[in-house]
């Protein structure tokens, strides 16, 4: 399912046009976004947990030319859903 498609689906679910649905995600997304970016975590109970986390660098073969190159570190968010959100699905 991708962002128009899941748009629709909320917008159904809550009686909202699709614009306000496509608008609440993006006003969510760059939230969760400014405040990892300030190192903390987005808890959201019953879902997940949202956390910057830190890739160091590492070292990664090119199989084209068989030579080695180093990727810098970088940070990422990452995505931990709650025990209760993954058992729902099972």
Known sequence: ?????????LAKRTNLSKSKCSLVIEEM???????????????IRNFGKFSLQEKGERKFLNP??????????KKVVSFKSFDNFKYAIS
Do not use: D, H, W
């Not at 399912?1 to 689906?9: A, D, G, L, Q, T």
């Not at 997304?29 to 808890?43: D, F, N, P, Q, T």
């Not at 084209?64 to 570190?73: E, H, I, L």
């Open 64 to 73: 084209q030319t068989k030579r080695y190159y180093f990727c810098k570190p």
């Open 29 to 43: 997304r760059s939230a969760i976004l400014e405040v990892c970016s300030k190192g903390e975590e987005v808890c």
């Open 1 to 9: 399912m991708n962002k128009s498609e899941f748009v629709e689906v």
